[in-house]
């Protein structure tokens, strides 16, 4: 009877240690597990999307505007600038007095393809100004003078500005718009559906009732010399805001007049 229970007693010990033997193996699978998953795993919360990374600096030495492009041309000039490094963004803004549409229609001082809004979505015109944008997105060399050409000679004189900025990986087009103003003081810039996570904006406003000041919200910047009276009556300003995740349409502050707003997105 004893070696009868001896016997249950030892085969029931060598079921014990199977069970706990197996028990310790799913349980080492299991730390094995989770502890390969917290090492390669990414929490979503602190993902960042490579589309999203991409930020601007605007460089001011490569910048400049002439604020008195000739009468009765459809191309201006703007000079003395130090080279675009490659790789960058050279936006490009007219206010163009003219009583019909104009559209920018070419650009030579770098070898980047020149990159329009489409449709001429940043084009507009209140029978008085044009405001275009356009921009060189990857600049592959940049030169020291730019020269844009209007789809038509102007009426009287206008203005042509040049803005550089250094993005951190390469920048392309977003979204354009533009829209128009009559006699209000406090114009809103054009609405915009940007795709982009880290968009860099560009403003453009024209002003037909004179010289009086012109400032813009929202955060944006009017770099130094970017705000013209380019005859005694018409006003010009452009503006930037970088590395932004949504856009709000920034409202401008002038006397009641009336004129042209144009906006780009750059992604």
């Known amino acids: 009877m004893d070696e009868q229970h001896g016997h249950k007693r030892n085969g029931d010990f060598q079921r014990g240690g ?12 299991v730390l094995a597990t989770a502890i390969c998953a917290a090492q390669y795993s990414i929490p979503s919360s602190t993902y960042v999307s490579p589309s999203g990374s991409t930020t601007y600096t605007f460089n001011s030495a490569s910048s400049g505007i002439n604020g008195a492009c000739a009468s009765s041309s459809a191309t201006c000039t703007v000079s003395g600038l130090t080279a675009a490094t490659n790789g960058d963004v050279v936006v490009l803004a007219v206010a163009f ?3 019909t549409l104009q559209t920018i229609s070419s650009a030579t001082g770098n070898s980047a393809t020149l990159v329009k809004c489409t449709s001429s979505a940043c084009a507009t015109y209140n029978s008085v100004i ?20 209007m789809s038509a000679t102007s009426t009287a004189t206008w203005a042509f500005a040049v803005l550089d900025f250094t993005p951190s990986a390469t920048a392309s087009y977003d979204t354009g718009n533009a829209t128009g103003y009559t006699s209000t003081a406090n114009p809103v810039g054009p609405s915009l559906s940007p795709s982009g996570t880290s968009d860099l904006f560009i403003q453009a406003i024209g002003y037909g009732s004179g010289s009086g000041t012109i400032s813009i919200g929202g955060g944006y910047t009017i770099p130094t010399g970017f705000k013209v009276n380019f005859t005694g009556t018409k006003t010009a300003a452009f503006a930037y805001l970088a590395n932004q995740s949504s856009y709000t349409a920034p409202t401008w502050t002038i006397a009641s007049g009336s004129g042209p707003l144009s906006a780009m997105a750059i992604q």
């Open 97 to 99: 007095a003219r009583s």
């Open 18 to 29: 199977a069970m706990k033997l197996r028990l310790a193996i799913f349980v080492a699978a």
């Open 130 to 149: 044009t405001t275009d944008i356009a921009a060189f997105m990857n600049s592959s060399s940049g030169g020291t003078s730019y020269t844009v050409t």
